[in-house]
C-alpha cells in the first residue's frame, strides 16, 4: 500500500491517498511500525554552496550543505531517514555505501526504487546492525550527483562508544580540490598530548588514495566498517584507500594524517606534511589467519567476473565499453543465488585499468590475490581495488534476499557499462 511499510522503505509520492487524507486498504491492517531511534530528515537540492575552507561549488546540497550532515547511530538502533527532494531535477535517492540494509533501503534507482521526483519524499528504515564507517550517497546519476555533493557519512559506534577519540575525515573533490569535512587545506582535530584519537577516513573520491601518518607509528583499525586484528602498529608505510572504501586509523596525539593534498592534524604541533612513503601497506600478509564464520572451501555457488573492454554500442553510441565475461551492459547475466548459498567469486580484471569495485548489501572475505591465499586478519571487504591485471578471489554467504548491484565504483565506469547484479532465487 501507500506510505511506510515499517521494513525496508516506503515512498510517498504528491499524489494519492496519503497526500489526499484518504488510506490505502493495506494500511489499515499493517501493524503501525516501530518508532525510530535515530530520525533524520534530509532535503536535497539544486543549488551553489560553499566548502567550508570558502570555495564556491555549482551543485547539490542535503538540508544545505555538501557533505550532508553526518549520520550517527549506536549498534541495534533503528535508523529512519526521510529524504525530501525539493528541487534535484533528475531525481535524487539514497544509498548506504558498506552497510547491508534490507533490499528495500539499498537506494538503487531503478532497481529497489524509483527516483524520488522533486515534490516527492522516500522513507529509508534500516537497524544498524554493524558498527563501523560507512556513507550515504545519492544512486541516481551517481557520476553526477556524487561528484557534485550529494554525499555524507554514516557512522555506527558501539554502545559506549569506540574508547578514544572519535573523529570524522570524509574525503572529496570538489571540482578538483580535494577536501576533508568539505575543508581544504587542514582540518583540525583537538586532542591532548598522548590523547588516541580513531580517524575514520571515507574515501568517496573515484581513485584510490593513500592515507599515512608522516614521522610517527599508528594502526590500522578497521577497514569497510569490520574491524581488523592485525598488522598492528605501522610506521612509514602508507594505506591504500580504495574508491569508496573507509579505513579506521588509530593515532596519539599530535600527528598528521596526509591524506594525498589534504590533511587531519591531531592536536597541536603536528609534524609538518612530507612526501608518502613508497611502500603501501599491503593488508594481505599480517598476522594470523582468522576464523571466518563460514567455510569458503564449501562453496555452493562459484562465478567469474571478468573484466575486460571491447568496443561497441551502447544506447546506440560507439567507444570503447568495459565488459564482464565478454558481454556489454545490459546484456551481462544476472549472478543467480539461493539464500544461505557460500558463494566464492573470481574477479579477473583484463581491461587495462584498475577498477575499485563495489558489492551492495554483502561485504565479502578475500581469499587470495593473484593466487596467493590471504594468511592476515581476515579482510572483510565492500569496495575493493582490482588492479589491471589482477586476480581476486573473494567469498560471501548469501543472507540478504533481493536484487543487489555489483560495479565499478569509478561512477563514469558504471556509467560506461561495468555494473551487474546478484539476484536470489
Ligand atoms: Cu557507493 Cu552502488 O554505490
Ligand atoms: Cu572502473
Given at each position: 500500500?501507500?506510505?511506510?511499510?515499517?521494513?525496508?522503505?516506503?515512498?510517498?509520492?504528491?499524489?494519492g491517498?496519503?497526500?489526499?487524507?484518504?488510506?490505502?486498504?493495506d494500511?489499515?491492517?499493517?501493524p503501525?511500525?516501530?518508532?525510530?531511534?535515530v530520525?533524520?530528515?534530509?532535503?536535497?537540492?539544486?543549488?551553489p554552496?560553499?566548502?567550508?575552507?570558502?570555495?564556491?561549488?555549482?551543485?547539490?546540497?542535503?538540508n544545505?550543505?555538501?557533505?550532508?550532515?553526518?549520520?550517527?547511530?549506536?549498534?541495534?538502533?533503528?535508523?529512519?531517514?526521510?529524504l525530501?527532494?525539493?528541487?534535484?531535477?533528475?531525481?535524487?535517492?539514497?544509498?548506504?555505501?558498506?552497510?547491508?540494509?534490507?533490499?528495500?533501503?539499498?537506494?538503487?534507482?531503478?532497481?529497489?526504487?524509483?527516483?524520488?521526483?522533486?515534490?516527492?519524499?522516500?522513507?529509508y528504515?534500516?537497524r544498524?546492525?554493524?558498527?563501523?564507517?560507512f556513507w550515504?550517497?545519492s544512486?541516481?546519476?551517481?557520476?553526477?550527483?556524487?561528484?557534485?555533493?550529494?554525499l555524507?557519512?554514516l557512522?555506527?559506534?558501539?554502545?559506549?562508544?569506540?574508547?578514544?577519540t572519535?573523529?570524522?575525515?570524509?574525503?572529496?573533490?570538489?571540482?578538483?580540490?580535494?577536501t576533508?569535512?568539505?575543508?581544504s587545506?587542514?582540518t583540525r582535530?583537538?586532542?591532548a598530548?598522548?590523547e588516541?584519537?580513531?580517524?575514520?577516513?571515507?574515501?568517496?573520491?573515484?581513485?584510490?588514495?593513500?592515507?599515512?601518518?608522516?614521522?610517527?607509528?599508528?594502526?590500522?583499525?578497521?577497514?569497510?566498517?569490520?574491524?581488523?586484528?592485525?598488522?598492528?602498529?605501522?610506521?612509514?608505510e602508507?594505506?591504500v584507500?580504495?574508491?569508496g572504501?573507509?579505513?579506521?586509523?588509530?593515532?596519539?596525539?599530535?600527528?598528521?594524517?596526509?591524506?594525498?593534498g589534504?590533511s587531519?592534524?591531531?592536536?597541536?604541533q603536528?609534524?609538518p606534511?612530507?612526501?608518502?612513503?613508497?611502500?603501501?601497506?599491503?593488508?594481505?600478509?599480517?598476522g594470523?589467519?582468522?576464523?571466518?564464520?563460514?567455510?569458503?572451501?564449501?562453496?555452493?555457488?562459484?562465478?567469474?567476473?571478468?573484466?575486460?573492454?571491447?568496443?561497441g554500442?551502447?544506447?546506440?553510441?560507439?567507444?570503447?565499453?568495459?565488459?564482464?565475461?565478454?558481454?556489454?551492459?545490459?546484456?551481462?547475466?544476472?549472478?543467480?543465488?539461493a539464500e544461505?548459498?557460500?558463494?566464492?567469486?573470481?574477479?579477473?580484471?583484463?581491461?587495462?585499468?584498475?577498477?575499485p569495485?563495489?558489492?551492495?548489501?554483502h561485504?565479502?572475505?578475500?581469499?587470495?590475490r593473484?593466487?596467493?591465499?590471504a594468511?592476515?586478519?581476515?579482510?572483510?571487504?565492500?569496495?575493493?581495488?582490482?588492479?589491471?591485471?589482477?586476480?581476486?578471489e573473494?567469498?560471501?554467504?548469501?543472507?540478504?534476499?533481493?536484487v543487489?548491484?555489483?560495479?565499478?565504483?569509478?561512477?563514469?565506469?558504471?556509467?560506461?557499462?561495468l555494473?551487474?547484479h546478484?539476484?536470489?532465487?
Open positions: 500500500g501507500i506510505g511506510d511499510d515499517g521494513r525496508g522503505g516506503g515512498h510517498e509520492g504528491h499524489a491517498p496519503a497526500a489526499t487524507g484518504g488510506r490505502s486498504v494500511s489499515l491492517t499493517e503501525s511500525p516501530e518508532p525510530a531511534d530520525r533524520v530528515e534530509l532535503v536535497a537540492r539544486e543549488e554552496f560553499r566548502l567550508a575552507s570558502g570555495e564556491e561549488v555549482e551543485g547539490y546540497t542535503l544545505g550543505t555538501s557533505p550532508g550532515p553526518e549520520i550517527r547511530a549506536e549498534l541495534g538502533q533503528l535508523v529512519e531517514v526521510r525530501v527532494n525539493e528541487s534535484v531535477p533528475a531525481g535524487v535517492t539514497l544509498h548506504w555505501h558498506g552497510l547491508d540494509v534490507p533490499n528495500a533501503a539499498d537506494g538503487v534507482a531503478g532497481v529497489t526504487q524509483d527516483a524520488v521526483p522533486v515534490g516527492g519524499s522516500f522513507t528504515r534500516f544498524a546492525d554493524q558498527a563501523g564507517t550515504y550517497h544512486h541516481q546519476v551517481s557520476h553526477v550527483q556524487v561528484l557534485r555533493g550529494l555524507g557519512a557512522v555506527v559506534t558501539p554502545p559506549g562508544g569506540v574508547g578514544a572519535d573523529a570524522l575525515a570524509l574525503v572529496h573533490l570538489y571540482g578538483g580540490t580535494r576533508v569535512n568539505g575543508r587545506g587542514e582535530v583537538t586532542a598530548p598522548g588516541r584519537v580513531r580517524v575514520r577516513v571515507v574515501n568517496t573520491d573515484n581513485g584510490p588514495m593513500s592515507a599515512w601518518v608522516p614521522g610517527k607509528p599508528f594502526r590500522v583499525l578497521a577497514v569497510d566498517g569490520t574491524d581488523v586484528h592485525e598488522p598492528g602498529e605501522v610506521r612509514d602508507a594505506v584507500v580504495t574508491g572504501a573507509r579505513v579506521d586509523l588509530e593515532v596519539v596525539a599530535p600527528a598528521r594524517i596526509d591524506l594525498g589534504a587531519v592534524v591531531v592536536g597541536e603536528a609534524p606534511a612530507a612526501p608518502r612513503p613508497a611502500s603501501a601497506l599491503d593488508l594481505l600478509t599480517y594470523a589467519p582468522a576464523p571466518l564464520g563460514f567455510d569458503p572451501a564449501a562453496a555452493t555457488r562459484s562465478f567469474d567476473y571478468v573484466i575486460g573492454r571491447s568496443p554500442f551502447l544506447d546506440g553510441y560507439p567507444g570503447m565499453w568495459w565488459t564482464i565475461n565478454g558481454h556489454m551492459y545490459p546484456d551481462v547475466p544476472m549472478y543467480m543465488v544461505g548459498d557460500v558463494v566464492r567469486m573470481r574477479l579477473e580484471n583484463r581491461s587495462g585499468e584498475g577498477h569495485m563495489h558489492l551492495h548489501g561485504h565479502a572475505v578475500v581469499l587470495s593473484d593466487g596467493v591465499p594468511t592476515g586478519s581476515p579482510w572483510w571487504v565492500d569496495s575493493l581495488e582490482v588492479g589491471d591485471g589482477e586476480t581476486y573473494i567469498a560471501f554467504v548469501a543472507d540478504n534476499p533481493g543487489w548491484t555489483d560495479h565499478c565504483h569509478n561512477l563514469p565506469h558504471a556509467v560506461e557499462g555494473v551487474a546478484l539476484m536470489y532465487e
